[in-house]
Structures are given as C-alpha cells and as structure tokens.
C-alpha cells in the first residue's frame, strides 16, 4: 500500500482487514485431478438444513450420479453417489469439524469403472421453464459451494417469487490461501458465463454483476472477456479486502444497498451465488449432472505441492494429500476452508464435502501463537468488525457468562469473519467466546423448547388421571346405584320402572 | 424553635400515614416472583430437588433455603436462567452438569410390570403387561423418578449423547 | 477417530496480523525516544537520575505487586515500563529522587494494579501519579528549570546531577525559570495584563524547538508531533483523540484571545506550552482510559482540549492537561456506553432497516 492510500485508508473508517493472501503460487499451478479413491465416504448432511435421507440399501450396485439419499423437508439437499461401484455401508464418519463428532455417511466402494447413471440434460436452457430449473437444480443436490453450504435451488427459486432484479456472483474469494474460485474463473470463464446465463433465466434477474477481488487480475480479464458478448454481464473489479466475499459486504460494495440486519439479500432485491455454485447449476442443467466432485485448494506451508484438485465428494483428506505427495513438514495446523474462517481438522480421515473450498496445512511459521494477553481496549478489533460491533465488549461479556448482555451488542448480527481475532494485539480468542455464547444460547434454546413439551406431557398426565379417577368414581356410583336398584326390585316389585329409566 | 419542632413532627406524622395507607392498598398478595420461578423450572413435579413439586421449590429458591441450581433435570439452563431473573449471581462453572440424561431400559433384564410407566411425569415410558417397555427419547425429562421403581434394576440413567447439531464450542479456557 | 483435546481446540481465524501487546507498547516507545533525548539533553544529569529512578521504580513495583497477588509477573509487555516512561516526562526535570519513587508507587499500584492490572484501570496511572504529586508536594512539583544542554558548561556534571538528585538542594535563582503557563498565572493575578507581562524582558517565549523551561519530556514540540505522526501511521493511534485534543485547546484559546488578548494566551502559546502536545499525543491516546469508537474518541478529545483550557484560564494550577485527562478518564465508561457503532443493516438506534425494493 501506498503512502497516501495508507493515509486516506486511515482516516476514514474502514471495515475489514488487509490479510496476506498468500494465494500464489498455488493458484498459478494447473489444476490436477485427483483418481478415484477405492472407497468414498459420503456424509448425508452436507448442508444447512436437514440431513438427507438414504434411499439405498447396504449392498446395492450404484452408477456414479444416482440418488444415494432424499432431500427431507423444506432445506435440505439430494446426495448422489460420486462413483459407480457398490453400498457397503451406511453407517459413521468423522465430520470434518473440530469436534470430530460423528457423522451419518453412506460408504461406497468404487468398483473402478466410473460409470455415470442416465442423465438427462437439456440442449437449450433457456427454453426450459424457470421453476423447472428450480427443481432439476434441487435433483442435482446444488448447495452453495463458497462454504456455507445452503441448498442452492431453494435460493433460485426463493428469489424468482421476490422478483429480484440484480444477480451477484461472487467471486470475490477474500480468505487467504484459497484459489478454487479464481482457477474455475480462469479456466473455465465460458462455463461460468453459461451459469451465470442459466441463473438470471431462472431468477428473472435482470442484471447480473461479477464481484471479483481486484489481486485476481487473470480472472478478471478471463471473465470480462466471456462475458464481453453479453451486455446483462458485468464484471466488476471489487477491492481486495477480507471479507469482501462475505454477501452483505459483496452486495454493499457493488451496489451500495445494505441488507437488513436479519433480512435476506431478496430484501435489496439481489440474490448472491458463487461462482462454483453457477458451473455447478450449468452443469445439472445442461447435462443432468449432479454435484459429486468439486474443486478445492490444497495450500499452507507443510504442503509439498499446492494447488488445486478435483476431487469426488466423499473422498478422504488423507488421500486428497497423498495424491498431491503429502507434506513436507509436520503440519501445526490442519484446516478445512481459509485461515479466517476455516475449521480444524481432528485428523485427516475425515471426508471432503461439498462446502470444501480448501484444505490448509499450515506450518509452525504461519500459526499465530497462542498466548492471550490481557484487553487492553485498543479498540482494533472495534475499527476492523465488518459490521459494526463491539468485540471486545462482546468477550467480555460473554467471560462472564452475561450472554443475554452480548446478545443486546449484537452478538446474532456477527457473521463469525474473524477480523476481530486477526487483529487483537492481545490474541483473544473473540470468535471463540462467539461460538461458545451461540452454543450455549442455542442449547438453552433448546432446553426450554424440552421443558415447554414436558410441561405440556406432565398436564395432560395430570389430567388423564384425574379424568380416570373420576370416571372410575362414576363407573363405581353408577354400579352402587344399579345394585341398589337390583335390589330394591328385588323387594317391592312396582319401583322397577323408576329405578331403570 | 417550635415552629421547627411542629413541621418535622406533622411532616413525621403524614409520611407516616402515607406508608401505612400505601402498605394497606397496594399490599401484592404472595410473592408475584414464585410463579415466574415456577415458570422457568420443567414443570414436572419430579420431586428431585427434595421440595414439594416445582411449586415448592420455586418458594425454596427464592427464600433462598436453595439453591438456584437445586433442579437436576433442568441442569445449567434452567439455573441460569433463574438466577438471571431473581438477581443472582450465580457461578455456574462449579456446576456438576453431566448434560441432560434420559432413561433407558434394559431390554434383557425388563420383566413388563409397568410400573415404571406409572410413576413417569411425562408419559414417557410406553409398554404394556409382560411386553419389554421402552422411553421416548423425546418426553424424558430426565427425572430418573422411574429408577427406584423397576424391580429387576432395568432402568438407567444415560446421558443423552452429543451429536455434531448439539456440539457447543467450550468457553476459551484463559483469560 | 481421533478427538481434539478441549484445551487444544482452535477457532478461527488461524491468521493473525503478528501484532502483540509488547509491540505496541515498543511503538510508543519508539516514538517517545526522539523527546525523552532531547529532554535528558537539555536538562542534564538530574533529569537522567530522575527518569531512571521513575522508570525503575515502576518496573519494581509491578513486579512486586504481581508477585503479592500471585500473579505472574508481566513486565514483558512493557506497560509498567511505558508508565514510568509518560510519568518521568511529566515531572519537572530537577525533582528529588524520591518524587519519582512516590509516583512509581502510585501509578503503578493505586493507579493500576489494585484496578486488577493492565487493561482494567479507570484512570491513566501516569496522570493519576502526576495529579496525586502536585496536590501532595505543590512547591517541588512547581520547580522548573531554565535549560541547562548536557553539553553547556554551566550544566552540573554526573556527581553535581547526583546531589541534586538525592539531596534536592534550593535552587540558585540563576537556574530557577518560570513555565510560560505558570508565569501568565502569576502575572495575571498581581494584575499585570499579559501583553505587559510578555513584554518584560526574561518572559518565556514559546518555542516549538523546546528550549524552554518545562517538565522533563514536554517541550520539543516538533520531536513530539513527529513521534505521533509515526504513531498513527504505524497504526498505533488514529487521528481522532490528538486532534480533537488540539482542536478542544487551540479553538476556545484563539477565540478568547481574539476578544481579549490582555487576559487570554493565544492558540499557540496553548500549544506550545505545557503538557498539550504530549499529552494529545501519547497520554489522552491510552488505549485502557479512552472510548473505543471513533466518534467517542472524538468526544473524548474535545473534552480533554476544552477542559485543560479552561482549568489553565481560570484553575488554581497553571497546567490543567493531567486534571483533564483525569477527568475524561471517569467519562470514558459513559462515551462507551452511549457512543456506539452502527451495525450493518440497522439503524443507529438499533432497529433494523426496513427492505428496499429494487
């Protein structure tokens, strides 16, 4: 940064940081593809929503891109197997998450020939009607892929009933190390154009505005060039500035409209969509294929050759190294996703999912220490939150388990980016004491819900008994009244007819 | 010297006056506190806390003969949340919370006297004569009143299991 | 499957910008050396003695009271340092040995650590030790000196600056020297208008050099304005507090001097004189006693400014900056209170923005 860019930066108030992207040169190398492994584990939730449910039975023959399980309820997402071959298992895996908790995963053993199931493409897209879209989307399991994951046909066609009028693709990778997205913008621009294309048909958008972070200069140009031939295209260099890519601070830069706090893009009348997620939809479209390999980042500085893979869903991480010659030097950290906002890994048996955009092995060099100090209120984490909170108050609230009080800051508007963290003098641990709060306010959520339908349980107990009692006591009068009356017709035969009616 | 005498002494007089007249008319029958305790705890009647249902031990709390973390089913949540709403502070980190527990039945052991389904306060044991019994998951609120009644010691408290959607990330354990 | 320990679980983000604590507070280290120099310089070997004993003194009782508390000692970060740095530069530059022990007990004690340490202080423990040694010892707190360059002959050698020192001998009247504040309060009060009494010959003159009479580190201005610059553009400070602070000072001086220049020093004899540059610079900006919003920090600084300006007009102490800074401190709770950022997508009153339909 210049001298005067640095002194302009510093006067206004800037959200986000500057992190070192360390991108290159792991996104100057060719994108390899990575053989199928013998055995592909594939988790049935990967994805916001529901857990998928599985549709096969342990031993089934399965053609690569068949259905292996069912979408359950209003978000969730298809799973189809990545590779012909047979069932073995539908039981756990470790999830890719730091708590290294299981996952239900249907275990398929590739049987070598990859081959793919009957699919049905379309020739001309634009022929096909936008809700159609929505649902062969929905059958081709599209999720997000920039990493949160959403099912992608529920945004689609969300978006073509509020009538957006603007499509925003992001391709502004802001995490440090990752280069997926700008290799797929590279490599394959006419691709993302054609979904990009696909994605206005079916939303009726009617613009569509490329967000590409201004350190990808090859992308940019492999872009503006795609989409030069169609005028709705327009692709717009954004500042390189984590975390450009996060969609309310996509949208505010490229069209200076804010979301609502809790609201939806579909509020400001835009719908965001990565660029992966767009080759994703043109390839369900246009030839039926569903989502069962995508392309991910392998980078850090224990990695012997990074660069980016295509890789099977469900493929192992341990493999995913071991294709790309392993490491060259113990890893200190091992990540799923970018260092801002990336999850460790437990081990490395763990399996790759749609969501992976990357997998970091950082070395001893590049891990930030841990050694918290105490706050000493500089006020840095305050100058970089993207959204305009008060981190350190947050913590500090939270460390004293007022998470009520966090929540009056703010705590449901922070989107978990990390600036705060990343800049802390003091090396708080602030994303933390966040996601231990949502945990804990989460599962006091929870235990309330619990408590409201055992109370619930418990009064209608109270009543059955009593109804019980009292109809027992009925039942018990109404025996004692025929007894009697048996035995006062029994006596004096005339009051018979009185006793009876 | 007695005009001062006078005015601090009918001043005296009708501040007096205006407690006692306060005190009469805007007396609150019981403590409105008690319901809204009762309120926040499960509702169950468990009897675990050692108090007459939930009722008396949402009087014992806030008479302060117990504490705010006396109701077992209702571990940390409900603690915190009573003692957020009478003032307390409360250090919840000493708290022997295993996580909420639910029953389970041993299918081998179960002889189906129903008994167990007798005592339960939610209904969440479901069986019938000499059939294996078994607890819904979902309706158990952990009072473990079943335990003592089984004769054959089918019944055991387990905790409920952490799954990937429940998972709380830990408080950072420095500063 | 293998579990993460819980004490080696990690959330992101697993980058950081490689800044520390210790870094920061070598920063503002840095940016002090140019003006402590020329402060040892110009006011010779006591003032040497003086700054080591402040500093040293510090960096002792940190450590003991850390020790007392059972805590483990921290002087690695360098704050008990810097805190025994602003203090030694706010002291008049020929105190006795033991003003600058006292003010190492009280910064660092009642002024830090029985807060609970760093980070939990209400009050800047320098200001606090500073404002508790003139209220308690006004006549040597008071004692200024003309300058006396290490290198001039009349300055006292190493053994002269030792008995100064630790035995506080009075002052010939040849060294003693009036501040600029301090001679306009004395002037003003027998009656004499201020442009007589600059008229006069020996009436300090401001001096943006910093050769005049003053405390220790305050008056090289242009070595001080340097250091802040350095400061912000190191990302230390922002602009906010130094300017606000400068602005709350120059503004109501310049006006009230404009009116009446007989009873009202001009904005740059404010400025010049006095603790104002330091302190807008390097004590109003302490991160632990300042709001941590910019507009709060604008507050902050107005009141800062206006407040030493009004203390030096119409106070009893012909310097008001370390009253105000004290002052503002017990506000700061309050700015951070009220004054808050607007968060994405909601108003500033918290309420969420209504949708906006293309």
Known sequence: ?501 | MIAAILSLTLLGAALGLLLGIAGRYLAVEGNPLNAEVEALLPGTNCGQCGFPGCAGAAAAIIDNLAPATCCPPGGKAVAAAIAERIGLALDLSGVADQGPQIATVSEEICIGCCRCLKVCPTDAIVGAAKQIHNVLREACTGCAACIERCPTEAMSMRPVPVTLQHWVWPKPAFA | ?358
């Not at chain 1, 994108?31 to 096969?56: D, E, K």
């Not at chain 1, 299981?102 to 793919?116: F, Q």
């Open chain 3, 1 to 358: 499957m293998s579990q993460i320990r819980a004490s080696d679980l990690i959330a992101s983000p697993h980058a950081h910008d490689g800044g520390s604590v210790g870094l920061t507070m070598r920063r503002v280290m840095y940016a002090l050396t140019p003006a402590t120099l020329f402060g040892l310089w110009l006011y010779g070997w006591p003032a040497i003695n003086l700054f080591l004993v402040t500093v040293a003194s510090c960096l002792v009782f940190e450590f003991a009271s850390q020790r007392l508390m059972g805590r483990r000692a921290s002087l690695g970060d360098g704050s008990a340092l810097l805190s025994g740095w602003l203090l030694a530069l706010t002291l008049p530059p020929w105190a006795p040995w033991w003003i600058g022990v006292v003010g190492g007990l009280i910064a660092i004690v009642v002024g830090k650590q029985v807060f609970g340490g760093l980070g939990q202080n209400l009050f800047n423990p320098a200001m606090v030790a500073r404002v508790a040694l003139l209220v308690s010892f006004p006549v040597v707190m008071t004692q200024w000196v003309a300058p006396q360059p290490l290198t001039a002959p009349a300055s006292p050698g190493f053994v002269a600056g030792m008995r100064i020192t630790l035995t506080s001998p009075p002052l010939p009247d040849a060294i003693a020297s009036a501040s600029l504040l301090g001679h306009a309060k004395t002037e003003l009060s027998r009656g004499v208008d201020l442009l007589h009494a600059f008229a006069a010959p020996g009436a300090p003159t401001p001096s943006a050099a910093g050769m005049r009479a003053g405390s220790l580190g305050e008056g090289a201005a242009l070595l001080i304005v340097a250091g802040g610059l350095y400061l912000f553009f190191a990302g230390v400070i922002g602009w906010q507090i130094p300017v606000a602070v400068l602005a709350g000072i120059a503004v109501p001086a310049a006006i009230a001097h404009g009116i009446d220049p007989a009873r009202h020093l001009g904005a740059a004899e404010h400025l010049l004189s006095g603790a104002a540059l330091l302190g807008a610079f390097f004590i109003a900006t302490d991160y632990v006693t300042s709001p941590n919003t910019a507009a709060g920090q604008l507050i902050f600084g107005l009141g800062v400014g206006l407040l030493t300006w009004i203390i030096r007009g119409w106070g009893g102490y012909p310097e008001g900056m370390a009253f105000a800074v004290l002052l503002m401190n017990a506000l700061t709770p309050v700015i951070d209170r009220y004054v808050k950022p607007r968060i994405l997508g909601r108003r500033r009153d918290g309420r969420e923005l209504a949708p906006v339909q293309s």
């Open chain 1, 1 to 501: 940064m210049g001298f005067m860019e640095r002194f302009v930066s510093k006067l206004g108030s800037h959200w986000g940081v500057h992190p070192d992207d360390r991108k290159r040169p792991a996104a100057d190398a060719p994108v390899r593809r990575m053989p199928m492994p013998a055995r592909l584990y594939v988790p049935l939730l990967q994805h916001i929503g529901t857990a998928a449910r599985p549709t096969v039975l342990v031993g089934q023959q399965v053609l690569k891109g068949q259905p292996v399980a069912e979408p359950q309820g209003m978000v969730s997402a298809a799973i189809h197997a990545p590779t012909s071959g047979t069932v073995v298992a539908i039981g756990e895996i470790a999830a890719p998450h730091p708590s290294g908790l299981p996952l239900a995963a249907v275990t398929i053993e590739a049987d070598g020939e990859d081959r793919w199931a009957d699919l049905v493409g379309a020739s001309d897209p634009f022929a096909i009607d936008p809700l159609e879209i929505g649902k062969r989307v929905a059958r081709a399991g599209v999720v997000g892929m920039g990493g949160a994951a959403f099912p992608s046909a529920v945004k689609l066609t969300g978006s073509l009933r509020a009538k957006i009028a603007t499509l925003i693709v992001n391709g502004g990778e802001c995490e440090p190390y990752l280069s997926c997205d700008d290799r797929l913008m590279r490599d394959r621009a006419a691709e993302v154009v054609d979904g990009i294309r696909i994605a206005l048909h079916a939303t009726g958008a009617r613009v569509a505005l490329v967000g590409i972070e201004d350190n990808k200069p090859e992308a940019i140009a492999a872009m503006s060039r795609a989409a030069e031939a169609y005028g709705e295209i327009k692709v717009k260099p954004v500042p390189a500035r984590y975390p450009m890519g996060s969609e309310k601070q996509l949208i505010l830069t490229l069209t200076g409209r804010e979301v609502p706090a809790t609201g939806r893009p579909s509020d400001v009348g835009v719908l965001v969509h990565n660029v992966g997620t767009l080759v994703a939809v043109r390839e369900a479209i246009r030839f039926g294929r569903p989502l069962v390999s995508r392309l991910i980042t392998l980078n850090g500085g224990a990695m012997r050759a990074p660069g980016n893979i295509e890789v099977p869903i469900g493929a192992l991480v341990e493999e995913v190294v071991a294709f790309a010659n392993g490491f060259k030097e113990a890893p200190a950290r091992l990540l799923m996703g970018g260092p801002m906002m990336g999850m460790q890994l437990p081990d490395l048996r763990v399996p790759v999912v749609k969501g992976t955009s990357g997998i970091l092995a950082l070395g001893a060099a590049e891990v930030a220490e841990r050694e918290p100090a105490p706050c000493i209120r500089c006020g840095s984490c305050v100058r970089a939150c993207p959204v305009g909170l008060l981190p350190l108050e947050m913590a500090h609230r939270i460390a004293s388990a007022d998470f009520s009080g966090a929540v009056g800051l703010g705590l449901k508007d922070c989107i978990a980016c990390g600036c705060c963290a990343y800049v802390c003098p003091a090396r708080i641990p602030l994303v933390q004491y966040f996601n231990h709060a949502r945990g804990e306010l989460a599962a006091r959520e929870r235990a309330k819900l619990r408590a409201e339908a055992a109370r619930k349980l418990a009064a209608a107990r109270a009543e059955r008994i009593e109804r019980e009692a009292r109809e027992k006591a009925e039942a018990a009068a109404r025996r004692k009244a025929e007894r009697d009356a048996a035995r006062k017709a029994a006596a004096p035969a005339t009051t018979t007819e009185e006793a009876t009616a």
